[in-house]
């Protein structure tokens, strides 16, 4: 992340710290630096390093101009807080919005187990929750910026040019193979009903309920993509593309748009199957965890049929047995469904 913490401090941070927290001007006689920007010398001693080689943009003078230079750890803390609650934002509203307008089929909008202001719910719960999952993501951050980690730059710097293919792959086994025992555990009933339980209100999911949790709860699921760096090499231009690219993920695996029913991908169908069935397909990219776990639940075949998965007799029998696994998991249901209105321009 050291990339973007880079690029918000030359476009915006080094700006705003040095007007909210300016440098003592230098003592008269300060030794002349051999730098060729003497100005800066003149209010700090941090000396710029780029973050990476592949895209580099010279800092102004407003970089040096504050008391906290780029290398504080509490400044790093702060911005990277931001980055990671507003940068989240932007990529949540972005393919969310995207995917809800192009992609989900409104007619879901008229499911018996939709709840009442289901679509403005999700946004809350996910903007409630994401300055506190920000809050526990910074630190780890932090450390990834600070060094602590395997994060690398260039090819000569990892394990060389088949790692450059090969921690795709990787990234992808180990994270899902974290998720799923982590999901897992959310479910078990000491748990579920304080943490995961909010996530499970959307029966009939839009793309908005995505990023929909409990604070602890997304930040837990999301632990072993942070983890990651400081156990295997990732190379950090990856490591930005791969934090848009789960982000991206979790918006469509809860589109509801049953592309394909690959038996090796976790796609829509298999998650949509967890938040009606609830204790399947725990996984959050591929099956073959739920396989070994014993909790995979293969996408029935009519939802790959267009019309019959829209149609008002599919809905009737999905919402009787959807009753039965809230009655046997939650005990009662405390949601709120829409009543059964024509909303197909909505």
């Known amino acids: 992340m050291d990339i973007v913490l880079e690029l918000t401090d030359t476009f915006i941070a080094d700006y705003v710290y040095a007007w909210a927290h300016p440098a003592k001007p230098a003592p008269y006689d300060?030794?002349?630096?051999?730098?060729?920007?003497?100005?800066?010398?003149?209010?700090?001693?941090?000396?710029?390093?780029?973050?990476?080689?592949?895209?580099?943009f010279q800092p102004s003078q407003a970089a040096y101009m504050s008391a906290w230079t780029r290398d504080n750890v509490w400044r790093q803390l702060i911005t990277l807080y931001f980055i990671v609650w507003i940068f989240g934002l932007v990529v949540y509203f972005a393919?969310?919005?995207?995917?809800?307008?192009?992609?989900?089929?409104?007619?879901?909008?008229?499911?018996?187990?939709?709840?009442?202001?289901?679509?403005?719910?999700?946004?809350?719960q996910a903007n409630k929750s994401m300055p506190f999952m920000a809050l526990c993501t910074a630190p780890l951050m932090a450390l990834e910026v600070r060094g602590f980690s395997k994060l690398y730059d260039t090819t000569e710097q990892g394990p060389g040019m088949w790692y450059n293919f090969a921690q795709f792959p990787l990234f992808l086994v180990f994270t899902d193979f974290c998720i799923y025992w982590i999901h897992r555990y959310l479910h078990h009933p000491r748990v579920y009903k304080h943490l995961h339980k909010p996530h499970h209100k959307w029966?009939?999911?839009?793309?908005?309920?995505?990023?929909?949790?409990?604070?602890?709860?997304?930040?837990?699921?999301?632990?072993?993509?942070?983890?990651?760096?400081?156990?295997?090499?990732?190379?950090?231009?990856?490591?930005?593309?791969?934090?848009?690219?789960?982000n991206f993920w979790s918006i469509l695996i809860h589109d509801g748009e049953y592309l394909t029913n690959n038996p090796v991908v976790n796609g829509a169908a298999c998650h949509s199957l967890h938040h009606s069935r609830f204790e399947v397909n725990y996984g959050q990219f591929f099956t073959a965890f739920d396989r070994l776990g014993g909790t995979y639940r293969t996408p029935e075949a009519w939802m790959f049929e267009k019309e019959k998965k829209m149609s008002e007799k599919q809905w009737k029998a999905e919402s009787t047995k959807v009753d039965n696994f809230v009655k046997e998991i939650e005990g009662s249901d405390d949601r709120t469904y829409d009543p059964p209105v024509d909303k197909k321009n909505i």
């Open 30 to 56: 300060y030794p002349a630096g051999t730098a060729a920007n003497t100005t800066a010398q003149t209010f700090s001693s941090w000396t710029w390093e780029p973050a990476t080689q592949l895209l580099q």
């Open 95 to 124: 393919f969310a919005s995207l995917s809800y307008y192009f992609i989900f089929d409104k007619r879901t909008l008229n499911h018996p187990k939709f709840i009442k202001n289901q679509i403005w719910l999700e946004i809350l």
């Open 203 to 246: 029966i009939m999911p839009t793309p908005y309920a995505s990023h929909a949790f409990h604070p602890l709860d997304g930040f837990a699921q999301s632990l072993p993509y942070h983890i990651f760096p400081f156990i295997f090499p990732l190379q950090k231009a990856a490591y930005v593309a791969l934090f848009v690219f789960v």
